[in-house]
């Protein structure tokens, strides 16, 4: 007999997708509300931007437990990129705990120094995010 999952084991791949999903999103209205000064670019961002994050600390929390499950599943090609994986993965967080610290500061306070350096830092973190994942589908692809 089949057993019904509902928490996958390791969580770390369910969780995943939803940081980089609303930090890209997020880092496009930050961008956009350069060009269109209005509070809905600024609000959206707020929202992507903060749910966002706290799916980068749970994705970041998990990826610990996911380890093992790789080394078992892909074998040793997962160690040669798991380092660079986890390391921009750390830099991506931070960069983006910044950006929706600075996001909700710029909403009250609206300065443009900090919207054009938010938009700079956006992009920076969105690079970040797809430098991420490209080190995990190397981790998992790289042998295929």
Not at 12 to 18: D, E, L, Q, R, S
Not at 110 to 138: E, F, K, M
Request: proline share 3%; hydrophobic share 55%.
């Amino acid at each position: 007999m089949y057993a019904l999952y509902i928490i996958p084991d390791p969580l770390h791949p369910a969780v995943v997708h939803i940081p980089i999903a609303l930090w890209l999103v997020g880092s496009m209205f930050v961008v956009l509300s350069l060009f269109w000064q209005t509070r809905f670019f600024e609000q959206a961002a707020i929202w992507m931007l903060s749910i966002g994050t706290i799916g980068g600390v749970a994705a970041y929390v998990t990826g610990e437990d996911a380890v093992g499950v790789a080394l078992q599943l892909y074998g040793d090609s997962v160690g040669e990129f798991l380092g660079p994986h986890q390391q921009f993965a750390f830099y991506s967080l931070i960069t983006y705990i910044a950006v929706t610290v600075l996001q909700v500061f710029n909403f009250f306070y609206q300065n443009t120094y900090v919207r054009w350096g938010l938009a700079v830092l956006a992009v920076i973190g969105a690079v970040l995010t797809i430098i991420t994942g490209h080190y995990a589908g190397r981790m998992m692809y790289d042998d295929v």
